[in-house]
């Protein structure tokens, strides 16, 4: 290859692993030790900061410079940005959408008609849920917390609750989830001595942060499902601890994340539901297609028993 498809594959390579030896670079791109040298120097003159390390063990890493240099994108990681890009522009996080839409024209400028191909059949064909209307986070809060989480320093902040009153805590940061078209904090209450999830959007941080912290076993090891628990059941009205009938590997499929399922033994099993309504949740546990017990509440027992008196209304004929 010639010199300037040398040097881009040579930065496309360092881009990819942290650490590359100098013999490895060398075979990737067909030259001597001494060609990887005289282009690892180019790029520092491009302004690329590549470090080097000698003797044994040593090698090459692309470090971190003062200013942004261009990046060698592959096919893969072209639309990957793109459809990146194009989740920002819709708001979800404050501030950052017209940066989005400027950054986003220039790569389409510069796709190939491959790629153009790719992103037009998504911009066409996928169309987003509107849903229900999400409140757009700060930028500034969302990367105090996330910094926080990868300093492993504590965070004090006041927080709204669900009913609208508010409250001040202090907590070990661990990990940021997006569910549901929000962010949420899987963190340990430190006053509380538990894990705790909250909402980044009525999170309002103070300054200055907690002490640094050790980490800790994180509660699930599925922190994506123990969130989508933690705040699906968070919204419920109404809720029951019911008994199935039924293995529960033959129900767990038909459950949403927020569903809590406990084996009792090979044929039964427990879940934790819940709804808007009782009328909701009579309905939703018809549709379990198993034989249950629940255990109150007495609204949904008296909603259980209408519904079983209007089925058997609709078959007397």
Same mark, same amino acid.
């Given at each position: 290859?010639?010199?300037?498809?040398?040097? @881009?594959?040579?930065?496309?390579?360092?881009?990819?692993? &942290?650490?590359?030896?100098?013999?490895? @670079?060398?075979?990737?791109?067909?030259?001597?030790?001494?060609?990887?040298?005289?282009?690892?120097?180019?790029?520092?003159?491009?302004?690329?900061?590549?470090?080097?390390? &000698?003797?044994?063990?040593?090698?090459?890493?692309?470090?971190?410079?003062?200013?942004? *240099?261009?990046?060698?994108?592959?096919?893969?990681?072209? !639309?990957?940005?793109?459809?990146?890009?194009?989740?920002?522009?819709?708001?979800?996080?404050?501030?950052?959408?017209?940066?989005? !839409?400027?950054?986003?024209?220039?790569?389409?400028?510069?796709?190939?008609?491959?790629?153009?191909?790719?992103?037009?059949?998504?911009?066409?064909?996928?169309?987003?849920?509107?849903?229900? *209307?999400? *409140?757009?986070?700060? +930028?500034?809060?969302?990367?105090?917390?996330?910094?926080?989480?990868?300093?492993?320093?504590?965070?004090?902040?006041?927080?709204?609750?669900?009913?609208?009153?508010?409250?001040?805590?202090?907590?070990?940061?661990?990990?940021?989830?997006?569910?549901?078209?929000?962010?949420?904090?899987?963190?340990?209450? /430190?006053?509380?001595?538990?894990?705790?999830?909250?909402? +980044?959007?009525?999170?309002?941080?103070? /300054?200055?942060?907690?002490?640094?912290?050790?980490?800790?076993?994180?509660?699930?090891?599925?922190?994506?499902?123990?969130?989508?628990?933690?705040?699906?059941?968070?919204?419920?009205?109404?809720?029951?601890?019911?008994?199935?009938?039924? &293995?529960?590997?033959?129900?767990?499929?038909?459950?949403?994340?927020?569903?809590?399922?406990?084996?009792?033994?090979?044929? /039964?099993?427990?879940?934790?539901?819940?709804?808007?309504?009782?009328?909701?949740?009579?309905?939703?546990?018809?549709?379990?297609?198993?034989?249950?017990?629940?255990?109150? *509440?007495?609204?949904?027992?008296?909603?259980?028993?209408?519904?079983?008196?209007?089925?058997?209304?609709?078959?007397?004929?």
């Amino acid at each position: 290859m010639d010199a300037s498809t040398r040097l @881009l594959r040579l930065l496309s390579l360092l881009q990819v692993r &942290p650490d590359w030896s100098g013999p490895d @670079l060398a075979d990737r791109l067909g030259v001597t030790t001494r060609t990887v040298r005289n282009d690892v120097e180019r790029l520092r003159t491009l302004g690329y900061p590549v470090s080097a390390r &000698p003797g044994v063990g040593g090698g090459y890493r692309l470090g971190a410079g003062a200013s942004l *240099p261009p990046l060698v994108l592959d096919d893969d990681e072209a !639309v990957a940005v793109v459809v990146g890009l194009r989740t920002a522009v819709a708001g979800t996080v404050a501030g950052i959408e017209e940066p989005s !839409v400027r950054a986003l024209a220039k790569l389409e400028q510069v796709l190939p008609s491959r790629l153009r191909h790719w992103v037009d059949t998504l911009r066409t064909y996928v169309v987003p849920s509107a849903g229900s *209307p999400t *409140p757009p986070i700060d +930028i500034e809060i969302l990367m105090k917390v996330a910094t926080a989480c990868r300093r492993r320093e504590a965070l004090r902040f006041d927080y709204r609750r669900h009913d609208g009153s508010q409250t001040s805590r202090e907590v070990e940061p661990h990990r940021l989830v997006w569910w549901l078209r929000r962010w949420y904090l899987v963190a340990w209450d /430190t006053e509380r001595e538990d894990w705790r999830t909250f909402r +980044i959007d009525r999170m309002h941080p103070r /300054t200055p942060d907690g002490p640094r912290f050790e980490p800790r076993d994180l509660p699930d090891d599925d922190i994506a499902a123990y969130v989508a628990r933690g705040a699906g059941s968070g919204m419920w009205d109404v809720a029951s601890w019911v008994t199935v009938h039924a &293995p529960a590997t033959s129900i767990a499929d038909r459950l949403p994340p927020a569903i809590r399922l406990e084996v009792v033994d090979d044929r /039964t099993c427990r879940i934790e539901v819940g709804a808007d309504n009782p009328h909701m949740l009579a309905v939703y546990l018809g549709m379990l297609d198993a034989d249950f017990e629940v255990e109150g *509440p007495p609204e949904l027992v008296r909603e259980l028993r209408n519904l079983s008196d209007r089925y058997d209304r609709a078959t007397r004929r």
